[in-house]
């Protein structure tokens, strides 16, 4: 569990009363837990957590060949706010439109 869900799920929500919450509803703290909890004594850590904590989740990142790459355009303020009216992937659609073009270009 990462840290921000630890924090958060420490936060009680507002209309609950602690009276409410019954310990026995706890998830049962398993030998596989175990095996990959992070060891410490105060601030020496023994044995870091496998995964280790923040540790990238989500989606394994795109190989080399398919990541897109991150540039600077100056474009008009007219011409943006035309392409931002037009709705969310707007940017998908101005790669759209360059790659058809360089398409086209590179038949000729």
């Given at each position: 569990?990462?840290?921000?869900?630890?924090?958060?799920?420490?936060?009680?929500?507002?209309?609950?009363?602690?009276?409410?919450?019954?310990?026995?509803?706890?998830?049962?703290?398993?030998?596989?837990?175990?095996?990959?909890?992070?060891?410490?004594?105060?601030?020496?850590?023994?044995?870091?957590?496998?995964?280790?904590?923040?540790?990238?989740?989500?989606?394994?990142?795109?190989?080399?060949?398919?990541?897109?790459?991150?540039?600077?355009?100056?474009l008009s303020r007219d011409v943006v706010?035309?392409?931002?009216?037009?709705?969310?992937?707007?940017?998908?659609?101005?790669?759209?439109?360059?790659?058809?073009?360089?398409t086209a270009d590179s038949g000729e």
């Open positions: 569990m990462s840290e921000r869900s630890i924090n958060s799920a420490a936060e009680e929500p507002e209309d609950c009363d602690p009276a409410d919450y019954d310990p026995d509803d706890a998830p049962e703290f398993t030998a596989e837990m175990a095996a990959r909890a992070q060891i410490a004594i105060g601030d020496k850590i023994i044995r870091e957590a496998d995964p280790p904590l923040g540790s990238r989740r989500g989606r394994p990142p795109k190989p080399e060949s398919e990541r897109k790459e991150l540039v600077s355009l100056r706010d035309w392409l931002r009216s037009t709705g969310p992937g707007w940017q998908t659609r101005v790669e759209a439109v360059l790659r058809a073009r360089m």
